[in-house]
């Protein structure tokens, strides 16, 4: 992986990468970065989930609190699935969850007549099961309210604590612009280039971005790269570990010379949604960009969308809203913030230059409108269109000072609600140009 550039402060570009990937602007330019470092080692990174509601004790789906250390969401759903024995779209969770860390999240397992009791002990070096319990429904993305972070910045100094403070008030006064973190674009930071290919259906583009994407990678990954070059499929698929699945289904398929169309297709619509997603995130950082460029991400203008942080309801502004009193005090509150797009044929559209700005930011990714619509018919419900607020409150937020065997550290905690990423605020807080590192996703 490409390895953090310098640290930037200030309004500037903050990364040497993709735009749609990386921020522009930080919210807290005015106070100075702490620099530093996190993910050392998992410890230095705790997520509780808050889960939407709890099991009643009866239903066809076990629900598990599992505890998980250096292991990826879609990892952790595998180690389930194997373990219980059903196929990985039996199990369920309500977000992801960053990989170097220790993360407490539920998952549910589909298992029709059948008690915690009746499996074996899972046992596991990096999964263990807290509780197990029953419910009628499958957990599914989104079904949490949100998440309790407690992370350790390293190499910053504790002479730094006054710096992260500052910017902490800042975001918790403001909001945090909820853009998608380097860990929604994967490894190579171009999943989304992964959901441009499968939208415009690509699928040979699609795969060689899986396979041989540009850049440094793992010895393995990139030995594995060299032998699908040379037409080696499966000597590439050997190369690789088990962990990899999605790279040695693609490879799986290639060796019995299966069509690339239909080795796409066999995939798991939870990873082909993932790769969707990732598409629609970097249109939706183009457009947060751009209010922040100009200043109202926390105002609201005629032509938005805007978002009720309370039922995730939207409604249309019009110039009167906007000139209504009321409006300005609901925005600081956070009861209403504007929203972006997560586009869709079907997404609800905004109005005016709103909506112009939102179309561009899609046909600057390379899709137009007439493809989405033709991906909607050809693929059913693998996309889904939404809106999503383009600020998030920060609450009970915690800052100290420390030293453990490690070093010295300094230590924010904070609640997120359900679909922002922690890591966004410690850009903000350490403005450190980042890279993905190793994370599957920021919590959700």
């Given at each position: 992986?490409?390895?953090?550039?310098?640290?930037?402060?200030?309004?500037?570009?903050?990364?040497?990468t993709d735009p749609h990937v990386a921020p522009a602007l930080y919210i807290t330019s005015d106070v100075p970065g702490t620099g530093g470092a996190i993910k050392q080692r998992p410890e230095d990174f705790l997520v509780d989930e808050t889960a939407a509601y709890q099991p009643s004790g009866e239903g066809d789906h076990l629900y598990l609190f599992v505890e998980k250390r250096n292991l990826s969401t879609p990892e952790a759903a595998r180690v389930l699935a194997g373990?219980?024995?059903?196929?990985?779209?039996?199990?369920?969770?309500?977000g992801m969850k960053d990989r170097v860390a220790i993360t407490r999240q539920l998952f549910s397992v589909y298992a029709p007549g059948k008690k915690p009791e009746d499996f074996p002990r899972l046992e596991?070096?990096?999964?263990?099961?807290?509780?197990?319990?029953?419910?009628?429904?499958?957990?599914?993305?989104?079904?949490?309210?949100?998440?309790?972070?407690?992370?350790?910045?390293?190499?910053?100094?504790?002479?730094q604590v006054r710096a992260a403070k500052a910017s902490l008030d800042i975001l918790a006064q403001r909001g945090v612009p909820n853009r998608f973190g380097p860990q929604r674009f994967g490894r190579m930071l171009n999943n989304h280039l992964v959901g441009r290919a499968l939208l415009r259906s690509q699928f040979d583009e699609a795969i060689r971005l899986l396979i041989a994407p540009e850049g440094p990678m793992t010895e393995a990954h990139d030995r594995a790269r060299t032998l699908f070059l040379e037409?080696?499929?499966?000597?590439?698929?050997?190369?690789?570990?088990?962990?990899?699945y999605v790279e040695r289904t693609i490879l799986r398929g290639l060796a019995k010379k299966e069509r690339p169309s239909r080795i796409i297709k066999t995939l798991d619509r939870s990873t082909l949604r993932f790769f969707l997603s990732a598409f629609q995130s970097a249109a939706f950082n183009t457009v947060l960009d751009d209010r922040l460029r100009a200043?109202?991400?926390?105002?609201?203008?005629?032509?938005?969308?805007?978002?009720?942080?309370?039922?995730?309801?939207?409604f249309a502004v019009d110039?009167?809203?906007?000139?209504?009193?009321?409006?300005?005090?609901?925005?600081?509150?956070?009861?209403?913030?504007?929203?972006?797009?997560?586009?869709?044929?079907e997404m609800r559209r905004a109005s005016g230059p709103t909506d112009e700005i939102e179309v561009a930011a899609l046909t600057g990714l390379g899709v137009t409108l007439p493809q989405l619509k033709a991906f909607d018919r050809s693929a059913g419900q693998l996309i889904e269109g939404a809106r999503r607020p383009l600020r998030v409150p920060l609450a009970y937020p915690e800052l100290e000072a420390g030293a453990d065997e490690h070093?010295?550290?300094?230590?924010?905690?904070?609640?997120?609600?359900?679909g922002a990423f922690a890591t966004v605020v410690l850009e903000e807080i350490m403005k450190v140009a980042r890279t993905q590192d190793g994370a599957d996703e920021g919590a959700e």
């Open positions: 992986m490409n390895e953090a550039a310098q640290p930037t402060t200030g309004g500037s570009p903050v990364r040497d373990h219980f024995g059903v196929p990985p779209d039996s199990v369920g969770f309500a596991h070096d990096r999964l263990q099961i807290q509780w197990a319990d029953r419910h009628a429904n499958k957990i599914r993305l989104g079904h949490l309210t949100g998440n309790r972070f407690s992370i350790r910045i390293r190499d910053a100094g504790v002479a037409g080696r499929f499966g000597d590439a698929m050997a190369e690789l570990p088990h962990t990899s200043g109202t991400l926390n105002t609201l203008r005629a032509g938005d969308i805007a978002f009720k942080h309370d039922s995730r309801a939207c110039e009167p809203i906007v000139a209504d009193p009321t409006t300005a005090e609901r925005l600081a509150k956070f009861e209403i913030s504007p929203s972006g797009p997560m586009w869709s044929a070093g010295q550290y300094i230590r924010v905690a904070f609640d997120l609600p359900r």
